[in-house]
Each structure stands twice: as C-alpha cells, then as structure tokens.
C-alpha cells in the first residue's frame, strides 16, 4: 500500500559528535507513530526539482514508545546536498516542517529471538541498532545474546557511547563493543581496530547458532558477510542495510 506523505516538525536538534546530529521530529496529525525497531522513514528536502532527487533515507535511532515523536541521527557528508540542508542552521531548527514518509523497509528483528544476535555496524549505521536495544529492554522482551560491535575511527566520533554502555549494566545478555580504528589507547571494555576482529574473536570463544545484521558502508558490510560466511554460517543468518 502506498504511503502518503506527512508533515513532521522538528521538535529539538542536539550535537552529538562534530559532525552529527540527533533530530527529534514530531508528527502533530497523530498520537502515536508506530513502527517496528530498525525501520526508517524517507525525508523529501527542498534541494532539487525532481522528485526522487529530493528523497532521502534514515534508519529510525530511537525505540517505539507510543508517542508521535522519533529520533533521527545524521552525519554531514561533505557535498552531500540533503545533509548540508539538515544542517544548515538557517533552514533546518527547531520548529522546521519537513515532509515525512515510512516507516518502511523489512530490516528487523526476527519473531523469535531463540539465537544469538550480533548487531555489527559502523557509523550512523547504530541507529536501528539502538532502536532495537532499546525496544527489548523498554518491553522486557526475552532474548539470547545480543552483541552490539560499532566501528568508528576516534572516541571523539562515538554515537550513544555511554548510554549503551550503561544499558549493558542493565539488561542482561547484552553486549556493548565500540570499537575505534584510529586510536592506540581505549577504555575498558572497548577496542583498537576494526569491527570484524571483535565478532570473529567472539564466535571464536563460543561458536553457538546466531544471525547477525550488518549496518553501514559497503566495504565493511562485504568484508564482513565474506568472514560470516567462512566461518561457516549460512546466507539466510545474515541481514543487511547498505548506507550510501
């Protein structure tokens, strides 16, 4: 069914690193805006004539909570024409209307969470992954493992660092990895290097049943599905959502 397109207003913007922001976009036509954890919705900006040019996609960072407002975390890409627009503090601020469509797209968590999960990604790419974390431990929903491993290059570029660090001290089974590629020294329970070093370190430990999702650029997401797959899960435990 086709979607229509709705009016939602930007209600709060926070920085969360230099060069990312945290936008809170309220749909006043309704009460509650219902979608399921790793959704996202399609923003149509005033940067181009064409239709399809003006489109632009985001994963859904924040959790369902039966309000009519949800989260969005972007990153500004250098010549990027709806990201410079978001940012752009004389056109995008609190109050802002912007044309909303979704919630779309299947990148969510299986009926039965009867496996171990790994969320891996990089980037922006923990948005639904946070959406998903945050929904299980808000609705106490039971689950096997879930391991969360982000990828970024410096600590001054990690997204919901503390918040998910905190949540791993409350929700059982759940694992936090952030990850920096481009620092010598980190804090405890995080690491130097990259992404696939911690998930192949992991399955090395305990090789259990699991079904990971992959989030972020593309390098990482074929880098990642190749070592999956090699350490001989199937095609059908691996579930993507390419940005860019």
């Known amino acids: 069914m086709k979607q229509e397109w709705q009016t939602g207003k930007v209600i709060d913007i926070k920085n969360e690193t230099a060069s990312t922001r945290r936008f809170f976009i309220q749909i006043p036509a309704i009460e509650r805006f219902d979608f399921q954890p790793g959704q996202f919705v399609t923003l149509d900006l005033p940067i181009h004539?064409?239709?399809?040019?003006?489109?632009?996609?985001?994963?859904?960072?924040?959790?369902p909570d039966g309000s009519n407002v949800f989260e969005l975390v972007i990153v500004l890409l250098h010549g990027g024409a709806g990201t410079t627009y978001l940012f752009d503090l004389n056109e995008v601020k609190i109050?802002?209307?912007?044309?909303?469509?979704?919630?779309?797209?299947?990148?969510?968590l299986p009926e039965e969470l009867d496996k171990d999960l790994f969320l891996i990604c990089t980037g922006t790419g923990i948005a639904p992954f946070r959406s998903m974390v945050q929904y299980l431990h808000r609705y106490k929903v039971p689950h096997k493992n879930i391991h969360l491993i982000f990828g970024c290059r410096k600590?001054?570029?990690?997204?919901?660092?503390?918040?998910?660090?905190?949540?791993?001290?409350?929700?059982?089974?759940?694992?936090?990895?952030?990850?920096?590629?481009?620092?010598?020294?980190?804090?405890?329970g995080m690491y130097t290097g990259y992404?696939?070093?911690?998930?192949?370190?992991?399955?090395?430990?305990?090789?259990?049943?699991?079904?990971?999702?992959?989030?972020?650029?593309k390098n990482m997401i074929d880098e990642a599905k190749e070592k999956i797959l090699a350490m001989g899960y199937d095609r059908k435990d691996i579930h993507l959502e390419l940005y860019g």
């Open 49 to 63: 004539e064409q239709k399809n040019k003006r489109w632009r996609s985001y994963s859904i960072a924040s959790a």
């Open 95 to 108: 109050g802002t209307e912007l044309l909303v469509r979704g919630p779309q797209g299947k990148f969510i």
């Open 155 to 188: 600590l001054h570029d990690g997204l919901y660092i503390d918040e998910l660090k905190g949540l791993e001290k409350k929700e059982p089974h759940f694992f936090f990895h952030p990850v920096f590629s481009r620092e010598h020294e980190v804090g405890e």
């Open 195 to 217: 992404v696939h070093s911690v998930y192949e370190k992991l399955i090395a430990e305990e090789k259990d049943p699991a079904k990971f999702y992959l989030c972020g650029w």
